[in-house]
Every structure is written in C-alpha cells, then in structure tokens.
C-alpha cells in the first residue's frame, strides 16, 4: 500500500510569489490534514478535510493560504503571496474514516516539503 | 484546551544505554496519545499510541510508553539504544473535543554515542 506522499519535496521560492503544495493520501482515507513546522519550533495543525468538506481550518496563518481538495481525493495548499515567515516544512497525513467518539484513528504522515521563502 | 510538553530538546545517550524521552500532556478529557519518530530525510513514522486499553503501550523497534495518568506523563523508552535509533522524536495528542488534530510537542532530538 502506497504511503502518503507530497510534492515537490523542495521548494525555494522568492518573497511574494506563489506556491502550491500537493498531497495525495492513502487511498480510501476520508480524512486529510496539513501541519507546518517552522524552524526550531512544534508542528502546528493547518487544517482538516473530511472528504472535500473542510472540517476544520482553524490553524490557517491568514487569508494568504488556500488549501483544496477536490474529489475528496489529493489536496493542494496554496500559498499566495508568500512571505518569509512562511518558511518551514508542511507535512500532510491521511487517516481512514472519521467516526465521532473514537478519535484514535492513526494519522499517517508523508515526508513534508520544506519550503524556503528569500 | 489540550498541550503537550516535551522535556529536553536534544537527548545524547551512549550505545547500550536506556533512552528515555519524556512528556506531559495536559487533557480536561481522557487523552489519546502518539508517539512518531522522524528519521533524516524522512516522514513522521508511528512508533506507538496509547488509546485507554492498556497503560503499558509496546511499539515498534523495542520502543514502549507508560502511560500515567496521576502523573499526566507519557514517557518513551528502550532499555538498549541502538545507533539506528538517533532521530527525532514526537508527543502528540489527540484533540479529541474537535477534529481530533493532533497537538505537538516541541520534539525531542535523540543523539547516540559510539
């Protein structure tokens, strides 16, 4: 079974342009969120999907990021226009699904993509 | 609201030796808790996850956590460090009165000397 995978692993891009992540899950995983660790610091929680719905974007920095997933299947997170304190590396993770009260379901994580804004 | 603190950024231990890795959560509500190991260039591996069926949670590669809850820790150890083992460790817990993210410690980065 194919693990979570994101894209580019790498990224290095100039103040003010645009980037966009992807992540494609564990097939057949409902859920779907993102996580950024910046430098020296924990990772932080981004947003949830539940399918295409977003369940939960509380974490999103501002109205810079734009995170989609269409079909309920592989996610993209734009970020526009980016800046510095964006840098960092955005990992995503997958879990199956979702169910009210269990809330062990194990998230699965991919390799991240470290973003490099100058 | 729930938090987890990690103990100790970075972790030298001789080759041979017990590892142990701490954290603290903090939970108004009977938590579920993870632990990950980050290997160079790579993702967010599970290594165990405590889910209130026992307090004893054995893991991968020898790893296992204790959970208690007097204590509100979550510990991680191995009696006998491996080379292998130096990586980048994570607590995390469940947000259980949500969406169930997780909430991260700051990590800790385990070293292992020859």
């Known amino acids: 079974e194919a693990g979570v995978t994101q894209f580019p692993s790498h990224s290095v891009i100039e103040k003010g342009q645009t980037v966009t992540l992807r992540c494609d899950p564990i097939?057949?995983?409902?859920?779907l969120y993102w996580y950024r660790r910046v430098m020296g610091k924990e990772i932080k929680f981004l947003l949830h999907f539940v399918k295409e719905s977003k369940q939960d974007e509380s974490g999103m920095p501002n109205n810079r990021f734009l995170a989609e997933r269409t079909g309920g299947t592989y996610s993209t997170l734009k970020v526009q226009p980016a800046e510095l304190e964006d840098s960092g590396v955005y990992f995503c993770a997958s879990s199956q699904e979702w169910q009210w009260g269990t809330g062990a379901d194990t998230q699965y994580f991919g390799p991240g993509t470290r973003l490099t804004v100058l | 609201a729930q938090s987890v603190t990690q103990l100790g950024s970075h972790v030298s231990v001789s080759e041979g030796a017990l590892v142990l890795l701490r954290c603290n959560y903090s939970?108004?509500?009977?938590?579920?808790l993870f632990w990950y190991v980050q290997y160079p260039n790579q993702g967010l591996q599970l290594l165990l996850k405590?889910?209130?069926?026992?307090?004893l949670v054995k893991g991968i590669n020898g790893f296992e956590a204790e959970f208690k809850k007097s204590e509100t820790s979550f510990h991680l150890t191995k009696p006998s460090a491996h080379m292998s083992d130096a990586a980048e460790y994570f607590c995390?817990?469940?947000?259980?009165?949500?969406?169930?993210?997780?909430?991260f410690g700051t990590g800790t980065r385990l070293k292992v000397l020859a």
């Open positions: 097939s057949g995983h409902d859920n």
């Open positions: 939970s108004s509500v009977p938590p579920y």
């Open positions: 405590y889910t209130s069926a026992a307090t």
């Open positions: 995390a817990v469940s947000d259980v009165s949500g969406t169930y993210k997780y909430i």
